[in-house]
């Protein structure tokens, strides 16, 4: 994988990208990732992969007067428009996800498909979304794991520093857009009907972020959705299951 | 001076072991603890001591307000204005402060402060502060632009005290389409604008390029110097010279009629286990974009544990430090005495009551204080020439100060 960047709405917006053909794009989770990942090298074995932090999260620069995440899929859509991605598949991650959907919803034509994993987006009929405000960073993103052990292998424990203000610097960027109410937008479920584009869900089935009612959501609204769930994987299903990931995405897109 | 009376209003009913079972004391800890009984009963014992401040000649009642935590039993600042404004005589009402960016509308303050202003006829000061970082998740207002949000309310709430109505306000986070409220501040052209805090130098620079008064929430002694230097640059920066006027200290002071009677009392000054606000978690203290950048790595190793939290001082200590100051009227003289020759501010809250100290020698504290600290601390004050905004009649702000009285320094000349 090698770094990119790209000038959007004069907005530096920073990544990773690697490999050839279909493009398909990860966006990542609130607290992003630790570094190029595993799912990201199987991705690019069979696709153009392309990893950009979003806007305000990790290397990319914020967007000061951003203030739903609705702005970071304006930008996103334009930072494809702007790299010639505009049939690509999206991947989203948790709060990625929601990122995705919202863009899903409004530009459509720009997906060939969409791929939510974890996504957060809507208001859960039962349970709530893990709310990361309430506790500390290391405890919410260990959360995200079934398996603590791929957690500290990723992270380190204790985390380093660079870590830790990485976190910092996305959970900022996370709370100026997405405080309240938290992780959901009632504004996107109704506009869900329109999103004519094939779509996979993925969930791990011990996700302890976003219920899994939220998955069965989805797939109620959106026209063309089916699910798929990991068994004994938790909310990061990409550092937890990469390659499972990987193959389901490889096999969804190519489908 | 200005002398002012303060308690915190403890919710000291609530059961301490339950506390300690869930570890924490704030944001989420129950309030199916919170005894509305006890709560009334508390409510009214701390009226009857602040009518006694007013009778007493205290110049002041400082009033504050904090959430979810039994540490304090005032969520609604104006509420206690308001009693204190009808109630009282001729003690100023010092609101420290109004949390301006906690709420979604710096209108509703403004309106707040004027009424108040008119029913005390002209007692009152409306500080204004960001508010806690915990408040943040109490009231769920955005830490992210928690100052932005301060900066905005108070430039419009300045604005709507000192101009006529109606305009508009088109702001980043505040828009009004009329703001013309029907009621106006009795001071001209405003009721002083104090500004309390810890440590923050964002804060104490902010205040000092104001020219409200800074008032020291409790600081470690060996600190003070170093924030009154902060402020004091500030000031010149802008171009005036700060004086005592310009510096407020609040500090625990228990008086009772025996110095072991007052350190009985004086201990309860620890009673939230040592904590200023109450046992929480370093990640409500400081929430996202809340503090400031150059902190941020600091309080990130705080909240997850990689760093050590500030734990108070043991009481033994902080008295050593005069950071509690508990005794018999000569005592406190004495002690608080020394801290005026040392940390030199013309305005002084004495928090005199904590925890689970009872109305009886709550009322005891409060007369002591009234009847033989104060006139001596006056005197004190005096001799040191420690004058407040009031008896200076200073300007109310540096936007308000004679612009022939303004003489700003570059920014070079003070660093060399």
Known sequence: MQEFSSTVAGLTIRGVRGGEGHPVVVVHHSFGHPGPLRFYEELAAHHAAWVPDLPGFGASDRPDWARHPRDLAIILGHFLRREGLTRAALVGMGFGGWVVAELATMAPELLSHLVLVGAAGLLPEEGRIFDQILVSHSAYVSAAFNDRDVYTRLYGDPPTDDTLITWDVNREMMTRVAWKPYMYNRQMAPLLCEVNVPTLLVWGDADAIVPRVCAEQYQRLLPDARLEIVADCGHAVDMERPTELAELVARFVTS | ?416
């Open chain 2, 1 to 416: 001076m200005f002398l002012c009376y303060f308690t915190e209003q403890p919710m000291s009913a609530y059961p301490e072991d339950e506390g300690l079972k869930a570890g924490i004391t704030s944001v989420l800890f129950s309030n199916k603890h919170f005894d509305p009984v006890e709560g009334s009963r508390l409510y009214r014992e701390r009226l009857a001591e602040y009518i006694a401040a007013d009778d007493l000649g205290f110049d002041g009642i400082m009033v504050n307000e904090h959430h979810n935590a039994p540490y304090c039993m005032q969520p609604r600042i104006t509420v206690w204005s308001s009693i204190l404004a009808a109630v009282t005589k001729k003690a100023k009402i010092v609101q420290l402060g109004n949390p301006l960016p906690m709420y979604d509308s710096p209108l509703a303050f403004a309106e707040d402060i004027a009424m108040l202003d008119m029913i005390s006829e002209g007692r009152l000061v409306s500080g204004i502060v960001r508010g806690a970082g915990q408040e943040a998740i109490c009231i769920n207002s955005n830490p992210a632009y928690n100052r932005e949000r301060f900066d905005e309310a108070h430039d419009l709430l300045v604005k709507i005290m000192t101009e006529d109505g109606p305009f508009h306000w088109e702001g980043e986070h505040f828009q009004y389409r009329v703001v013309n409220p029907w009621v106006r501040v009795l001071q001209q052209p405003h009721p002083r604008i104090w500004v309390p805090g810890v440590f923050s130098p964002e804060t104490i620079v902010w205040a000092a390029e104001h020219r409200y008064p800074y008032i020291a929430l409790n600081t470690p002694m060996h600190l003070t110097p170093q924030l009154w230097k902060t402020y004091d640059d500030a000031a010149r920066r802008v171009g005036y010279e700060p004086g005592p006027e310009n510096r407020g200290y609040l500090l625990r002071t228990h008086v009772a009629d025996t110095d072991a009677k007052a350190e009985q009392g004086g201990r309860e000054f620890m009673w939230m286990q040592g904590q200023f606000t109450g046992i929480g978690h370093p990640y409500w203290v400081s929430p996202p974009g809340y503090s400031s950048p150059s902190r941020r790595l600091l309080y990130t190793q705080m909240a997850n544990g990689l760093a050590p939290r500030p734990f108070a001082n043991s009481y033994e200590q902080q008295t050593a430090n005069r950071e509690i100051v508990a005794g018999s009227p000569q005592k406190v003289i004495d002690e608080v005495g020394h801290i005026l020759e040392t940390c030199r501010p013309s305005i002084l809250m004495l928090w005199g009551n904590d925890g689970k100290v009872d109305h009886k020698d709550s009322m005891r504290c409060v007369e002591l204080l009234g009847e033989k600290v104060v006139p001596e601390l006056r005197k004190i004050g005096d001799s040191l020439g420690l004058k407040s905004p009031f008896e200076l009649d200073t300007p109310v702000s540096l936007k308000f100060t004679p612009p022939h009285e303004v003489n700003p320094q570059p920014a070079r000349a003070v660093e060399a």
